[in-house]
């Protein structure tokens, strides 16, 4: 038997006893074990320092396991910050990104997670690093206007990459209805700080979320955009001219996992962040 064998089985055990208990009791056990649970952390030695990640169940702990082998190119993207930047992390999930930019100590990050389970992550994994000072956690998703959209997600699966309703086929049946605003607005209607690097993490939105900025991108102060897409698609290709319209243009495109993130840079910002 392997000791992942015995685990599984120790923890049926004490499941079973649980269920023995009478109510109460079995409730006061299941608060306490819970509060236990998120008080335990994960920690995770990087290349900035440790980071702590709440555990709340199991694609919580994947993703703090996976932080820094699952994207590097985005983690050596955030290296390559300017410094005293402001990041956008839009799509970000419980923050693994955000947390890592936030390391930095020079950067100024805003992220937005609109599925509530991942925003509690998000926000309490910035509690747990003390870095809530530096990061701005919005429970927002981004589109091309403001609107109220309807995510397929269930809250009792917490750190699962949800999508709108609409967009693809719903991998749950339950619905939260989430808050949606634009780039332009944010900036010019809610006075979020103008970013000067962008993730756009969001695969089925990705269009629609650029379309809702033009203003926006168009600043100078936007330097780079970093976005998970497939650029032989229809709407890959439509976003690399509109893009490239703005004035912005490819400079790398890292693979992972089947997908790609593809990096774009207005001409000299690179150059600039050199010298």
Same mark, same amino acid.
């Given at each position: 038997?392997?000791?992942?064998?015995?685990?599984?089985?120790?923890?049926?055990?004490?499941?079973?006893?649980?269920?023995?208990?009478?109510?109460?009791?079995?409730?006061?056990?299941?608060?306490?074990?819970?509060?236990?649970?998120?008080?335990?952390?994960?920690?995770?030695?990087?290349?900035?320092?440790?980071?702590?990640?709440?555990?709340?169940?199991?694609?919580?702990?994947?993703?703090?396991?996976?932080?820094?082998?699952?994207?590097?190119?985005?983690? !050596?993207?955030?290296?390559?910050?300017? &410094?005293?930047? =402001?990041?956008? +992390? *839009?799509? @970000?999930?419980?923050?693994?990104?955000?947390?890592?930019?936030?390391?930095?100590?020079?950067?100024?990050?805003?992220?937005?997670?609109?599925?509530?389970?991942?925003?509690?992550?998000?926000?309490?994994?910035?509690?747990?690093?003390?870095?809530d000072a530096r990061v701005d956690c919005l429970?927002?998703?981004?589109?091309?206007?403001?609107?109220?959209?309807?995510?397929?997600?269930?809250?009792?699966?917490?750190?699962?990459?949800?999508?709108?309703?609409?967009?693809?086929?719903?991998?749950?049946?339950?619905?939260?209805?989430?808050?949606?605003?634009?780039?332009?607005?944010?900036? !010019?209607?809610?006075?979020?700080?103008? &970013?000067?690097? =962008?993730?756009? +993490? *969001?695969? @089925?939105?990705?269009?629609?979320?650029?379309?809702?900025?033009?203003?926006?991108?168009?600043?100078?102060?936007?330097?780079?955009?970093?976005?998970?897409?497939?650029?032989?698609?229809?709407?890959?290709?439509?976003i690399v001219e509109m893009l490239s319209q703005?004035?912005?243009?490819?400079?790398?495109?890292?693979?992972?996992?089947?997908?790609?993130?593809?990096?774009?840079?207005?001409?000299?910002?690179?150059?600039?962040?050199?010298?």
């Open positions: 038997m392997t000791e992942r064998d015995e685990t599984k089985q120790e923890f049926e055990r004490a499941l079973h006893r649980l269920r023995q208990l009478p109510d109460a009791a079995r409730a006061r056990v299941q608060s306490r074990f819970s509060q236990a649970l998120l008080d335990e952390t994960f920690d995770l030695d990087t290349p900035r320092g440790p980071l702590k990640f709440v555990l709340l169940g199991r694609g919580a702990g994947i993703r703090a396991m996976c932080a820094l082998t699952k994207q590097p190119a985005t983690i !050596e993207w955030i290296e390559s910050f300017r &410094p005293d930047s =402001v990041f956008w +992390d *839009v799509g @970000a999930n419980v923050g693994v990104y955000a947390l890592y930019a936030a390391l930095r100590g020079d950067a100024r990050v805003v992220a937005f997670e609109p599925a509530a389970v991942n925003f509690f992550l998000l926000a309490a994994n910035c509690e747990a690093n003390g870095l429970l927002v998703g981004l589109g091309s206007d403001k609107s109220i959209g309807h995510m397929a997600v269930s809250q009792f699966v917490p750190a699962e990459s949800f999508r709108f309703r609409g967009t693809s086929v719903p991998r749950h049946p339950t619905q939260q209805a989430a808050l949606i605003l634009s780039m332009d607005q944010l900036v !010019e209607e809610y006075g979020v700080a103008c &970013p000067n690097y =962008v993730k756009v +993490d *969001v695969p @089925a939105l990705t269009e629609a979320i650029l379309v809702g900025g033009p203003r926006l991108l168009a600043r100078p102060e936007v330097r780079e955009l970093h976005v998970e897409m497939r650029e032989d698609s229809s709407t890959g290709q439509r703005i004035g912005f243009e490819i400079v790398s495109r890292p693979a992972h996992g089947g997908t790609t993130d593809l990096t774009f840079a207005k001409p000299g910002s690179r150059a600039e962040a050199l010298t």
